[in-house]
């Protein structure tokens, strides 16, 4: 039987209208994937603000749209934290109503621009696509669609603000403006709460400020963001410590009647070494902060960063990435990566991984400090590696690194950048009276309500999770929202 005789019998007289569809899903799932512009490699590694992806043109963004085959179980929903509509926004683009595919990524995510560009949209939505889980192929770009038309509505000045009920008059304190935080404010805004955030740093927006350069996610981008959080009502403070400047009581006493609590894992861990107290050796936390916060790469600046000619970053995950990329734009000769697996147990994105190869970034895999020296004033000069071979899974699923005898050797350095992981900052858990942690000094929730033992107080984000992605804590964020607004109206 031809496949024409088979969907006659199965259809009946409009054969040919479905003939046609299945025509054209196959030439949509024949179309090659569209690659985003880049900046060239050798100027971008010199440059520590202009951005490296590009963004799509409007036609490419409207041919990678008609790749999409419209599911009837769209399963890259169910694959994004914060349930973003994936579907519908696609197809506007696709009939190039951008506006409206704005719009439809506002309907859940408070940061779509920002989310765009540092998702792991290959681990999460796109990994669900059925390019992937059935046809082997290259998932439909999701995260540069999304990235596409937060910036259309943003370059062309029409940016808009989702609609709000009356203000209920109800008083929330949020703790962080990262996006945890950000996402928590935005979903409670649109509820009609009154939300507060406090930020103990001079610049909203957390780690998406100080933890992410600016070549991959520029600040104008979360201002906007912010701005748009503004105007629906969300109120800012900046330079405020809660659980210093002020207590758990303190806000009880001003009338807030919830707490979300999203300060993130800013404590950064370490390998406890000998030669870690050297000058010179800082974790990557500091050395981005410092960077991207404190105008740290002006020498004239307050609080200069040391300049290093040999750098090596320990660790392989986004934020070491993010970490030796910044050194080679500040003027590293030799900048390396670290790390005691092989490259395919890297937890950094791919795409980081590429652009820091691309950039001249040296990758000692399979290698793990034991020992930094340092010269007679004190700074890092050398370290001793050891080298390593991948034996059995460990708990985690990854080959554990095991040493090799006898095989260690010295490279010289005179700057080095830790990253091997962060911790929460206990300041919260040790101010708020009654607050349970684990022994990671995670902070234990209700994880269907995100709720704490202390009834007012829920938490999401990094102080829950001890260190994940942009998009995890934003869908946190969401959760905690919901069930704080439940809980309120006393269902």
Same mark, same amino acid.
């Given at each position: 039987m031809t496949r024409q005789e088979y969907i006659k019998q199965k259809w009946g007289e409009p054969w040919r209208s479905e003939l046609r569809k299945s025509v054209k899903a196959k030439e949509r799932a024949d179309r090659p994937r569209v690659h985003m512009p880049e900046l060239d490699a050798?100027? !971008? #590694?010199?440059?520590?603000?202009?951005? @490296?992806? /590009? %963004?799509?043109? /409007?036609? /490419?963004?409207?041919?990678?749209? *008609? !790749?999409?085959?419209?599911?009837?179980?769209p399963t890259c929903v169910t694959g994004c934290p914060v349930e973003i509509n994936i579907p519908t926004f696609i197809k506007n683009i696709e009939r190039g109503e951008f506006i409206e595919a704005a719009n439809t990524l506002k309907e859940t995510s408070a940061l779509p621009a920002v989310c765009g560009r540092v998702c792991p949209q290959e681990k999460q939505c796109e990994a669900q696509c059925i390019y992937v889980k059935k046809m082997g192929k290259e998932a439909v770009g999701i995260g540069y669609l999304e990235r596409f038309a937060a910036d259309y509505e943003r370059l062309n000045g029409i940016v808009s603000t989702p609609e709000i009920p009356v203000c209920n008059g109800t008083k929330i304190a949020v703790v962080g403006s990262g996006p945890a935080g950000l996402s928590f404010a935005g979903d409670m805004a649109k509820r009609g709460y009154d939300i507060t955030v406090f930020e103990a740093l001079h610049e909203i927006g957390g780690v998406l400020k100080y933890g992410i350069p600016e070549f991959r996610l520029p600040?104008?981008?979360?201002?906007?963001?912010?701005?748009?959080? !503004?105007?629906? %009502? @969300?109120?800012? =403070?900046?330079?405020?410590?809660? %659980?210093?400047?002020? #207590?758990?009581?303190?806000?009880?006493?001003? *009338?807030?009647? *919830? =707490?979300?609590v999203a300060s993130g894992a800013g404590l950064p861990n370490f390998m406890d070494i000998p030669g870690e107290n050297l000058i010179g050796v800082m974790s990557a936390n500091e050395f981005l902060t410092r960077v991207?916060?404190?105008?740290? #790469?002006?020498?004239?600046?307050? $609080?200069? @960063? /040391?300049?290093?000619?040999? @750098?090596?970053?320990?660790?392989? %995950?986004? $934020?070491a990435m993010d970490a030796v990329r910044t050194a080679r734009r500040l003027g590293a000769e030799r900048a390396m990566v670290v790390y005691r697996r092989s490259d395919e147990e890297m937890p950094a994105r791919l795409e980081e991984v590429k652009h820091a190869k691309e950039e001249g970034i040296e990758f000692l895999t399979l290698h793990n400090p034991i020992c930094y020296e340092g010269d007679d004033k004190g700074r890092v000069q050398r370290m001793l590696l050891q080298k390593m071979e991948l034996g059995e899974p460990d708990p985690s699923g990854r080959r554990k690194p095991v040493p090799i005898k006898d095989a260690t050797e010295w490279v010289e350095v005179d700057e080095v950048i830790v990253s091997v992981g962060v911790s929460p900052n206990p300041l919260i858990p040790s101010s708020f009276s009654g607050l349970e942690v684990t022994k990671w000094g995670t902070v234990v929730i209700n994880q269907d309500t995100m709720q704490t033992h202390l009834s007012d107080v829920y938490a999401g984000g990094d102080i829950v999770r001890g260190g994940a992605t942009v998009i995890l804590a934003m869908g946190d964020g969401r959760k905690a929202a919901a069930a704080m607004d439940e809980a309120l109206q006393g269902n």
């Open positions: 050798e100027y !971008r #590694s010199h440059k520590l603000k202009e951005e @490296v992806n /590009q %963004g799509l043109s /409007q036609e /490419q963004a409207i041919f990678e749209a *008609g !790749r999409c085959l419209d599911c009837a179980n600040n104008e981008i979360v201002d906007v963001e912010i701005e748009v959080l !503004r105007k629906i %009502g @969300v109120k800012f =403070i900046k330079n405020c410590i809660v %659980g210093k400047t002020i #207590s758990h009581e303190d806000l009880r006493n001003d *009338g807030f009647k *919830g =707490i979300f991207n916060l404190m105008d740290a #790469s002006n020498p004239e600046s307050d $609080t200069p @960063v /040391q300049m290093g000619k040999k @750098v090596a970053i320990i660790g392989a %995950g986004n $934020t």
